[in-house]
T-cell receptor
Framework: QQQVKQSPQSLIVQKGGISIINCAYENTAFDYFPWYQQFPGKGPALLIAIRPDVSEKKEGRFTISFNKSAKQFSLHIMDSQPGDSATYFCAASIRTGNNRKLIWGLGTSLAVNP | NAGVMQNPRHLVRRRGQEARLRCSPMKGHSHVYWYRQLPEEGLKFMVYLQKENIIDESGMPKERFSAEFPKEGPSILRIQQVVRGDSAAYFC???????????????FGSGTRLTVV
């Protein structure tokens, strides 16, 4: 019940296209959903995040769409660029006792062809 | 304002040796998290520490692995008697507050890539 399922595992998009990565969860206690971007040889970096009381959040070319009833959320990258080629992880945050824990998806490797 | 600093970046150990991975959190951050990332897999939570305290070690293997975050100095992830299966990238993240921060995002270091030969 604490899993976050991410798809697809890999994605190839042409420059200028839209990249879409999907995540689904079961536990309704999750209350914060960040997306991380990881370039080879680097640690993950927070890209954009959303709370479940909001259906959409946009930052530049990156948009999170959140469907609370379906327990799904997705990352859309508009006008995808070769520099967006990276691994993207969705995650979900949950309070556990006095602490918080991030549950991670397995990642999506995005390649944007020039 | 340096980010999360991890060293070494690359570490090669022979089977049976000890590996020590160091993590200096961002200035002002007192919460440290260690994650392991295997090739083509996501991040697996290992342990969450505050200064001088282990808060959650539910992701740590029961044997050979230990972590500490002393009052002074970096956090250390220690792997004793390493085996080939320990080869992975180990990432440290830090945050200013654990449970009450309105920003639950962590800041990650660039990781230590451990290779056991």
């Amino acid at each position: 019940q604490q899993q976050v399922k991410q798809s697809p595992q890999s994605l190839i998009v042409q420059k200028g296209g839209i990249s879409i990565i999907n995540c689904a969860y079961e536990n309704t206690a999750f209350d914060y959903f960040p997306w991380y971007q990881q370039f080879p040889g680097k640690g993950p970096a927070l890209l954009i995040a959303i709370r479940p009381d909001v259906s959409e959040k946009k930052e530049g070319r990156f948009t999170i769409s959140f469907n609370k009833s379906a327990k799904q959320f997705s990352l859309h990258i508009m006008d995808s660029q070769p520099g967006d080629s990276a691994t993207y992880f969705c995650a979900a945050s949950i309070r556990t006792g006095n602490n918080r824990k991030l549950i991670w998806g397995l990642g999506t490797s995005l390649a944007v062809n020039p | 304002n340096a980010g999360v600093m991890q060293n070494p970046r690359h570490l090669v150990r022979r089977r049976g040796q000890e590996a020590r991975l160091r993590c200096s959190p961002m200035k002002g951050h007192s919460h440290v998290y260690w994650y392991r990332q295997l090739p083509e897999e996501g991040l697996k939570f290992m342990v969450y520490l505050q200064k001088e305290n282990i808060i959650d070690e539910s992701g740590m293997p029961k044997e050979r692995f230990s972590a500490e975050f002393p009052k002074e100095g970096p956090s250390i992830l220690r792997i004793q008697q390493v085996v080939r299966g320990d080869s992975a990238a180990y990432f440290c993240a830090s945050s200013p507050r654990g449970t009450e921060s309105s920003n639950y995002g962590y800041t990650f270091g660039s990781g230590t890539r451990l290779t056991v030969v």
